[in-house]
């Protein structure tokens, strides 16, 4: 049984930091990318950032410089580091475990989701 199970959502004034965390279990978890995507109200998910196998890494252009993806294979874990938060960060925050297929990455499995919301 395949489970991604994200932590350290919650509220955060303008200008602050959270660290999400996602652990996974039932997985060969080196061997995947990982990602965490994000949800606002009333708009479509997107991609916020991605970890490679290798360590090889992407980002959403609206958090470049201020959010950190990174991955820890013996603990199983990946992390997103967001700093100088803004209200435009309010979503809630999804991990995914990612194969290559078809020359481009997909999503073979999904956490529940954690919420940050961003406000003074």
């Known amino acids: 049984q395949v489970q991604l199970v994200e932590s350290g959502g919650g509220l955060v004034q303008p200008g602050g930091s959270l660290r999400l965390s996602c652990t996974a279990s039932?997985?060969?978890?080196?061997?995947?990318?990982m990602g965490w995507y994000r949800q606002a109200p009333g708009k479509e998910r997107e991609l916020v950032a991605r970890?490679?196998?290798?360590?090889?890494?992407n980002y959403l252009d609206s958090v470049k410089g201020r959010f950190t993806i990174s991955r820890d294979n013996a603990k199983n874990t990946v992390y997103l580091q967001m700093n100088s938060l803004i209200p435009e960060d309010t979503a809630v925050y999804y991990c995914?475990?990612?194969?290559?297929?078809?020359?481009?990455?997909?999503?073979?499995?999904w956490g529940q989701g954690t919420q940050v919301a961003v406000s003074s």
């Open positions: 995914t475990a990612l194969k290559y297929s078809g020359y481009k990455y997909q999503s073979a499995y």
């Open positions: 970890i490679t196998a290798g360590g090889r890494t």
């Open positions: 039932g997985i060969i978890f080196g061997i995947y990318a």
